[in-house]
């Protein structure tokens, strides 16, 4: 099983940008469709984007495509977001998630690292 620790959150004006960064260890990292998610205090844990094991498909939650982009690097064992255009309503924390098979449906992820905050200022 992965182990995934997340960076790269912090605090961001409006309209700016941040990357964050998953590293996973675990020799079986490029067998596992890898996702982002984010939660807000009161609200359910919401699915962002999600990469297949070979980095060949992505899929965006709505409210981020066109500003959001997921990609992994196999040989680095780290699965990435760049945030772009960010706006007050992508405050949240932020999690890595991992799937047991190389491509996934949203609650098919079953492994989590412990978030990192992203809070942008309007």
């Known amino acids: 099983q992965v182990q995934l620790v997340e960076s790269g959150g912090g605090l961001v004006q409006a309209g700016g940008s941040l990357k964050l960064s998953c590293a996973a260890s675990?020799?079986?990292?490029?067998?596992?469709?890898m996702g982002w998610f984010r939660q807000t205090p009161g609200k359910e844990r919401e699915f962002v984007a999600g990469i297949s094991w070979s980095g060949g498909s992505t899929t965006y939650a709505d409210s981020v495509k066109g500003r959001f982009t997921i990609s992994r690097d196999n040989a680095k064992n780290t699965v990435y977001l760049q945030m772009n255009s960010l706006i007050a309503e992508d405050t949240a924390i932020y999690y890595c998630?991992?799937?047991?098979?190389?491509?996934?449906?949203?609650?098919?992820?079953?492994?989590w690292g412990q978030g990192t905050q992203v809070t942008v200022s309007s």
């Open positions: 998630a991992a799937a047991p098979n190389g491509w996934a449906k949203t609650y098919e992820y079953d492994t």
């Open positions: 675990g020799r079986t990292f490029s067998f596992h469709a």
